[in-house]
């Protein structure tokens, strides 16, 4: 799509509009986004638009989107299919040797957390073959994961796709955890690898790639919580 508009404005109750005209969903919602700092935000991602629309560089736009169609509808069956991640965190599993004690010294201190916040117990083991968690556990994460709010749970799905951790998500979300501590904690495993072995560039690319979704998705959920 070719830009058409000039002027992008923000109503008092937070609905975005091009020359007087509101921006729309793929499904064809209004976009009202009622966090001014967020709705702030996308409004400057339509400001910045060039000759055409890329998506790729509405990241705000793109989960506002997903908050209000694919979450709004039902949050809680959202909710659901993210707690299930519970059932296979990253932070359970453990290599050996040398990569343990690094996994141990930054995993260890978020699972401390989530068994004094959520009153739980870890089942941790070596190796990648699957391990129960406690049907407790996975019921507290659960109502934990269900209680965010829509616009939470937009940016937390990705979070936790690009972790591989509810656990770490989730201490991102209650400010246990930095966005830059959260992203290193996920990528112990692949940073002993580059560090055996040698960086790939195409492995380096895509990466990069997912850093940049990530970056956007934690600022999407502190223009929310801020």
């Known amino acids: ?8 404005t923000v109503s ?12 729309r969903t793929p499904g064809r919602l209004p976009l009202i986004v009622h966090y001014p700092a967020l709705a702030a935000a996308i409004a400057q991602e339509w400001r910045d638009v060039g000759e ?8 705000l736009t793109g989960l506002a989107n997903a908050a209000i169609e694919r ?16 059932g296979s965190d990253l932070l359970c599993y453990r290599g050996e040797g040398p990569l343990a004690e690094r996994q141990a010294a930054a995993w260890e201190p978020v699972l401390d957390w989530a068994r004094t916040r959520y009153d739980v117990t870890f089942a941790v083991t070596d190796g990648v073959m699957p391990v129960e968690q406690p049907p407790r556990t996975l019921a507290r994460l659960r109502e934990a994961v269900v209680a965010l709010s829509p616009w939470v749970l937009a940016p937390l799905s990705p979070i936790v796709g690009l972790t591989g951790s509810l656990l770490l ?40 790639a997912r850093a940049a979704d990530y970056g956007a ?7 929310v919580s801020g």
């Open 1 to 8: 799509m070719k830009r058409f508009w000039q002027d992008v």
């Open 12 to 23: 008092p109750a937070g609905e975005i509009a091009l020359d007087g005209r509101s921006v």
């Open 52 to 59: 055409t629309v890329d998506p790729r560089a509405m990241p």
């Open 71 to 86: 979450v709004a509808g039902d949050p809680a069956a959202f909710a659901g299919g993210l707690a299930v991640y519970g």
């Open 169 to 208: 998500a989730l201490a991102l979300v209650e400010g246990a955890i930095t966005a830059d501590a959260a992203w290193a904690a996920a990528h112990i495993d692949e940073d002993w690898q580059v560090e055996q072995w040698g960086e790939d560039a195409l492995a380096a690319e895509t990466r990069a």
């Open 217 to 223: 998705a934690v600022r999407f959920l502190a223009l």
